[in-house]
């Protein structure tokens, strides 16, 4: 299990940093040197998942004013962070709160991004026993920067995929059942019901049908479908990055739920080994996964 913690963490670290150097390119483009798309640099996606897991540790479970504020101290803009987040974190820092500063952007709409879905790793690993609250907490740390339900739904949808690959949920029927009766919002059920229509289908009607954009419903299922088609880390995250688009996050999302399943050693180490590892690099997520398992399990 503390296996499958590290590789929740590292695996989206990994696809995120291998998705990175490609993102906005079409899968076409992707295709002619995907070979060569190995680069360390974690993105905001990394960024953000770190500042939820350090807020889950230090606070032991969910604190949504702690939770911004880690997300403050840590941001880097070089990151390339979403004009919407970026809007919030400005809002947080002049001292609007946590539970309102999302819902001063886009005309009140709120985003809904996958901004909150690309971070939420830690949570469905916090609280892989226990779906209700996990639904619940995905919701609330979501609002930090994401108030639209669109954009809350996949985190949860998100975290919930992740808590059940770590608890051995590979068969494909029996998870995407799980997930449809869990769904609240329709434009995210139909989809998770065209994944078993799809699993042969060519990338490009994969793209129509699912999505590669960074709206949450253009890019949960996608991740979910990237770890269901393939039975390996590798070929999952390979191809959730090369659909194009969105590389990076929909790269994270689909090494989070691989991850969850296989443990950190199904990761190839020529991934692992170029990630990273300064400051809150490798090393240190590689931590925050151990600090996880231990306040969850009790165990050193």
């Not at 503390?2 to 670290?13: D, E, H, N, P, Q």
């Not at 996990?134 to 639209?148: G, P």
Request: charge should be negative; proline fraction near 1%; include cysteine.
């Amino acid at each position: 299990m503390r296996s499958k913690f590290r590789g929740t963490l590292i695996g989206s670290a990994v696809g995120d940093a291998l998705g990175a150097p490609v993102e906005g390119c079409t899968a076409d483009e992707i295709s002619i040197f995907q070979n060569d798309i190995v680069e360390g640099r974690y993105t905001d996606d990394t960024e953000l998942m770190i500042g939820v897991a350090e807020s889950l540790i230090d606070k032991r479970g969910f604190d949504g004013a702690d939770m911004a504020h880690k997300f403050l101290r840590n941001y880097h803009a070089w990151r390339r962070y979403g004009p919407g987040t970026r809007a919030v974190l400005e809002l947080l820092r002049e001292g609007v709160s946590w539970e309102k500063a999302s819902t001063m952007i886009f005309g009140g709409n709120g985003s809904y991004g996958n901004g909150a879905a690309m971070r939420i790793a830690p949570i469905g690993l916090f609280y892989c026993d226990d779906i209700d609250t996990l639904w619940e907490i995905a919701y609330r740390a979501s609002h930090i920067t994401h108030s639209h339900v669109l954009g809350k739904e996949g985190a949860a949808i998100m975290a919930c995929s992740i808590a059940l690959a770590l608890r051995g949920y590979r068969d494909r029927e029996k998870m995407l059942n799980y997930l449809t009766a869990r769904t609240r919002e329709d434009i995210y059920r139909d989809k998770l019901i065209k994944i078993e229509q799809l699993l042969d289908a060519d990338k490009q009607t994969v793209i129509e049908e699912l999505g590669n954009r960074e709206t949450a419903f253009e890019s949960v299922i996608t991740a979910i479908y990237s770890f269901i088609r393939f039975d390996n880390f590798k070929d999952s995250v390979s191809y959730a990055i090369g659909l194009g688009g969105d590389t990076d996050t929909i790269g994270a999302m689909t090494g989070a739920i691989c991850g969850a399943y296989y443990g950190l050693e199904a990761i190839p180490a020529e991934w692992v080994d170029a990630l990273e590892d300064d400051e809150k690099g490798k090393s240190y997520i590689i931590w925050l996964a151990d600090e996880l398992y231990r306040i969850k399990f009790g165990s050193g």
